[in-house]
């Protein structure tokens, strides 16, 4: 049974950093496309970043050079260092594996999601 | 404003069946695969539909997806008062180059 988790999400100030963590059992996070995703509580779904299996990653424009994606193979988690964190960062962060072909755009496996909070 | 459009809401009886639209481009539903997922109160989104109108393991037949140039329909039939959710669907858009979703719609089961 395939399962993620994450943690790390809390109440930061605006322009503070956190690292969320995304722990998963049932899957490999090296031999998976694995992504954040973020939803506004009330509102909808968002796409953040992905990293490929080649190590190869990408995001969306607006955290750009300030959210960094990554993987330790040894622990099989995923992580996302989101720093100069902006109100508009607050949401619930969650970590889902994408289809492993190219043109696989869905999201099969997700996590319960942890509440990020960026607020002075 | 979501590039995928869906109505805001959608109702039906116990029993019944209801249709939800997912209105996009050429960019994106028009040549990449669409994906549905259904978000119960509280919980992270489940995956309901993938590639237009495959059904996940463990999914029943009474969700299925399909597409038309640049739409996409997911229709649920005998509806249940545990389908009460928000669904939203999915796709990669090739000019913006990430995967987007619609702004989601709100099932209430009358």
């Known amino acids: 049974e395939v399962q993620l988790v994450e943690t790390g999400g809390g109440l930061m100030q605006p322009g503070g950093s956190l690292r969320l963590s995304c722990a998963a059992s049932?899957?490999?996070?090296?031999?998976?496309?694995m992504t954040w995703v973020r939803q506004v509580p009330g509102k909808g779904l968002e796409w953040v970043s992905v990293?490929?299996?080649?190590?190869?990653?990408y995001y969306i424009e607006s955290v750009k050079g300030r959210f960094t994606i990554s993987r330790d193979n040894s622990k099989n988690t995923l992580y996302l260092q989101m720093d100069s964190l902006r109100a508009e960062d607050t949401a619930v962060y969650y970590c889902?594996?994408?289809?492993?072909?190219?043109?696989?755009?869905?999201?099969?496996?997700w996590g319960q999601g942890t509440l990020v909070t960026v607020s002075s | 404003q979501s590039v995928l459009t869906q109505p805001p809401s959608v109702s039906a009886a116990p029993g019944q069946k209801v249709t939800i639209s997912c209105s996009g481009s050429?960019?994106?539903?028009?040549?990449?695969?669409v994906s549905w997922y259904q978000q119960l109160p509280g919980t992270a989104p489940k995956l309901l539909i993938y590639e237009n109108n495959k059904r996940p393991s463990g999914i029943p037949d009474r969700f299925s997806g399909s597409t038309s140039d640049t739409s996409a329909t997911l229709g649920i039939t005998g509806l249940q008062t545990g389908d009460e959710a928000d669904y939203y669907c999915?796709?990669?858009?090739?000019?913006?180059?990430?995967?987007?979703f619609g702004g989601g719609t709100k099932l209430t089961v009358l």
């Open positions: 990293i490929y299996t080649s190590g190869k990653t």
């Open positions: 889902a594996r994408r289809g492993n072909n190219l043109n696989d755009y869905f999201f099969d496996y």
């Open positions: 050429s960019s994106n539903i028009g040549n990449h695969y």
């Open positions: 049932g899957l490999s996070v090296s031999n998976n496309y």
């Open positions: 999915g796709t990669w858009d090739s000019s913006l180059s990430y995967v987007i």
